[in-house]
């Protein structure tokens, strides 16, 4: 099969979802994030320490760069996708406080899931669920941090 033939059926095959591209491993596509619906919530052990997870298992990191509103944009937001919702996140299972989700208007529309006020998201790294390979790092800035049941930085 042609390279312009297999580039159409990824294209093709990937219509109507939304993938996250490892920027490091050219060619490796994670699984979809969701792309409609409200977000699901949880508390869980990660990699990088209790913290917060999508519903699909997903860590989810703060950016110490924001400063109540998403700043991580462009390439940024590549590496780091923010957790948008279609209305109000869930607080799902492991002790989430209901009372601290909520949303932040989107850098690029939308709207973002936020916990504590800390516009939250996925780094494409993570390929495993509880994978928490974005924790801590110094990246577009600032540091990343897996986000606790307060809504605070883990820093272990």
Aim: with cysteine; proline share 6%.
């Amino acid at each position: 099969m042609g390279k312009a033939l297999v580039a159409a059926a990824l294209l093709i095959g990937a219509a109507g979802c939304s993938s996250t591209v490892d920027m490091d491993t050219p060619g490796k596509t994670l699984a979809p994030l969701p792309t409609s619906g409200p977000v699901t919530v949880n508390l869980g052990d990660t990699t990088g320490g209790r913290g917060l997870k999508d519903g699909a298992g997903r860590t989810l990191y703060l950016f110490a760069g924001d400063d109540g509103r998403p700043t991580c944009t462009g390439a940024c937001a590549a590496r780091w996708p923010p957790v948008l919702t279609e209305g109000a996140p869930r607080a799902g299972e492991g002790g989430v406080r209901a009372g601290l989700l909520g949303t932040v208007a989107a850098a690029g529309g939308g709207r973002q899931v936020a916990y504590a006020g800390h516009p939250l998201y996925r780094f494409a790294r993570d390929a495993m669920p509880g994978a928490a390979s974005g924790a801590m790092l110094q990246d577009f800035g600032a540091q990343w941090y897996v986000v606790d049941a307060s809504g605070d930085a883990v820093r272990s």
